[in-house]
């Protein structure tokens, strides 16, 4: 089973500010099968971005997703309000199982 | 666009059957190369996928659960379920619905099932 640890566990911010997170896999994986997703209390995730760079529609280009083998990255630059969230990385493909992260908090 | 919703009861006692189904609107599952899933959060902890259904019925669980999981699919009905057997107070969670591809979009909704 692929793991996936994702860093900071929480990153607290201020608006306008520039959010960096971090997923590590415990091996190596192909970019297509790499998402990000942000998840706020009462409503289902949100596909920010998949195959690891390529932003879902609709989302605002403020949304950036790096990476490559086992390091991946999202970045969220210059904080609005609505960005403050839990956002989860995820892996397809490993015994086709899909996997997340834990998760990593980004708060005011 | 392609929606999902989630429904069944809420509440289940423990070491009875949770059951739930998904209903589809907007897409045939009779075709394409899509998972029809099944995603868990537990409250104040992470995501955890369940497993899927293929249109052809051929499922694939994640092997925490799989000794408790069963899923099938309607294609007529555009229906897809979830069975989790002899549930206890950690399968409390919000349960989501989803297609999957190498990822997962749209999204049902969710329901809390409460195990209690």
């Known amino acids: 089973e692929i793991v996936l640890t994702q860093s900071p566990v929480t990153l607290s911010l201020s608006p306008g500010e520039t959010a960096t997170l971090s997923c590590k896999a415990s091996?190596?994986?192909?970019?297509?099968?790499l998402a990000w997703y942000q998840h706020k209390p009462g409503q289902p995730p949100r596909l920010l971005i998949y195959?690891?760079?390529n932003r879902a529609t609709g989302i605002p280009d403020r949304f950036s997703g790096s990476g490559s083998e086992t390091d991946f990255t999202l970045t969220i630059s210059s904080l609005e309000p609505e960005d403050f969230a839990v956002y989860y990385c995820?892996?397809?493909?490993?015994?086709?199982?899909?996997?997340f992260g834990q998760g990593t908090k980004v708060e005011i | 666009q392609v929606q999902l919703q989630e429904s069944g009861p809420k509440l289940v006692k423990p070491s009875e059957t949770l059951s739930l189904t998904c209903s589809v609107f907007?897409?045939?599952?009779?075709?394409?190369?899509?998972?029809w899933s099944w995603i868990r959060h537990h409250p104040g902890k992470g995501l955890e996928w369940i497993g899927y259904?293929?249109?052809?019925?051929?499922?694939y669980y994640n092997p925490s659960l799989k000794n408790r999981v069963t899923m099938s699919i309607d294609t007529s009905k555009r229906q897809f379920s979830l069975k989790l057997a002899a549930v206890t107070v950690a399968d409390t969670a919000i349960y989501f619905c989803?297609?999957?591809?190498?990822?997962?979009?749209?999204w049902g909704q969710g329901i809390l099932v409460t195990v209690s």
């Open positions: 195959g690891a760079s």
């Open positions: 259904v293929f249109f052809s019925g051929h499922t």
């Open positions: 907007n897409a045939s599952l009779s075709r394409g190369s899509y998972y």
């Open positions: 091996q190596s994986i192909s970019a297509s099968f």
């Open positions: 995820q892996q397809y493909g490993g015994s086709f199982m899909y996997t």
């Open positions: 989803a297609r999957g591809t190498n990822w997962f979009d749209p």
